[in-house]
């Protein structure tokens, strides 16, 4: 192998047939070489190739063949060892070598993606050079890129770092006539809306996703099911209540697992724990997340849910009685019944010195009302005095006011009087 490699670097051969004996000698490695050293072999023949035997155009071509050889090899330490010494040796020429610079950072982010490392794969595809002028690239190309990468960052959960990336698919998108990659576009959008918790945007997204017909069926089943998933976890209120609507009319959604707790929800009724612990073991790491005030994703929208479907079984229950509803504690269940009302998500009204809920059980708006704010301990006859008293003063104020305007001081129009 040393032997043959210096043979051709000082061989008086030209150019023009220098090239046959390399292709020669990556053939012989690639059969003889024995696999504890077939990354050694492999690392001295590309030091060879870049090295100052062979001028640039004719080393491009023995580079391309030496990439392809190593796409096909078995061993993903070979390829790993090889390729990233390849990637170092062209390290201060990569502006003549572009293209192979490309095809090594993509063959290697296959391979680390094979491995499940795909933080590693997503670096690999960023340090592709997709604006250059050295070399013409398509925007499919330049987009299939970003989605891949987007992709790769999202089965990390980095939301951040996907989103990034596919801002840059979003701004050339419209360029790209591939129907292929307009699928992983949105399919990739739904994700990142799933792992920001926007469920009932994400739910929307999968449910579209779901009626392409460019898809298989199973891919299609799977992306009904996220959508169910994420209505479920969206909160509770009108607008979750036409997503899941819109899911429970689908005729395929009752060939799923989820269309147990997808039609209780959908019919307001309420769920037990046993059917919540079943629905918990199919949801993802970021679904069973914490919040801010340390209950999870699922625990939030099932409580919101129970306490839905609890304002139309009861008119008026006791905090205590909601509570034991809830399995939560009295406080929680009222903090839980005033923030709905609050946002318009349920109607009704709280006697906080009787320590009663009254359900009106009408649909909630959805939309904030500064009226639900007035709820924390007052009735409808205290909010009545309140709003007398307040008519009052300002009445005795306008009149104050008026006679101060007067040509005469108001304690001389007292004296005449």
């Not at 077939?38 to 090295?51: Q, W």
């Not at 739910?203 to 199973?218: C, G, I, K, M, R």
């Not at 199919?282 to 005030?293: C, E, F, N, V, Y």
């Not at 999870?296 to 079984?313: C, F, I, M, P, Q």
Request: charged fraction near 25%; aromatic fraction near 6%; glycine fraction near 6%.
């Amino acid at each position: 192998m040393d032997v043959q490699l210096m043979m051709l670097e000082t061989s008086s051969v030209s150019n023009v047939g220098k090239p046959q004996g390399y292709n020669q000698l990556l053939s012989q490695i690639i059969t003889t070489s024995k696999q504890q050293d077939l990354s050694t072999n492999l690392i001295k023949y590309v030091d060879s190739l870049l090295g100052e035997t062979l001028g640039i155009v004719a080393a491009r071509p023995l580079l391309n063949q030496f990439i392809e050889t190593l796409r096909g090899i078995d061993g993903l330490e070979v390829k790993l060892n090889a390729g990233q010494h390849a990637l170092q040796a062209l390290q201060n020429r990569v502006v003549s070598f572009e293209e192979q610079d490309a095809s090594i950072r993509v063959m290697l982010a296959d391979t680390y993606q094979e491995q499940e490392e795909y933080i590693e794969a997503a670096k690999m595809l960023q340090g592709i050079q997709l604006d250059s002028s050295q070399r013409k690239v398509s925007d499919d190309t330049k987009v299939e890129t970003w989605i891949r990468i987007c992709r790769l960052f999202l089965e990390e959960d980095d939301t951040t770092g996907a989103e990034g990336y596919l801002n840059r698919a979003k701004n050339l998108l419209y360029k790209v006539d591939n129907k292929e990659l307009h699928l992983m576009f949105q399919l990739s959008q739904a994700r990142i809306l799933d792992s920001r918790r926007k469920f009932l945007e994400a739910s929307q997204a999968y449910h579209n996703f779901s009626f392409s017909p460019v898809l298989d069926t199973e891919e299609r089943t799977r992306a009904l099911s996220s959508a169910i998933i994420c209505a479920i976890l969206a909160p509770a209120g009108p607008q979750r209540s036409r997503a899941l609507g819109r899911l429970f009319k689908d005729e395929r959604a009752a060939q799923l697992d989820e269309f147990g707790i997808l039609e209780k929800m959908f019919l307001d009724r309420l769920l037990s724990p046993a059917e919540v612990a079943k629905f918990a073991d199919k949801l993802s790491p970021h679904q069973l997340a914490q919040t801010a005030d340390g209950s999870t994703v699922l625990a939030k929208a099932v409580t919101e849910h129970n306490l839905l479907g609890a304002s139309r079984l009861y008119n008026t229950i006791s905090v205590d009685e909601l509570a034991l509803l809830l399995c939560l504690e009295a406080e929680k269940a009222e903090e839980y019944a005033a923030r709905m009302l609050e946002q318009g998500r349920l109607t009704g009204r709280i006697d906080q010195i009787e320590g009663v809920i009254f359900f009106d059980g009408r649909e909630g708006s959805g939309e904030k009302t500064t009226s639900s704010l007035m709820h924390h301990g007052r009735n409808r006859g205290v909010r009545r005095w309140d709003s007398n008293v307040q008519a009052l003063a300002e009445g005795l104020e306008r009149v104050s006011s008026s006679l101060q305007s007067n040509v005469l001081p108001v304690g001389q129009i007292v004296s005449a009087s």
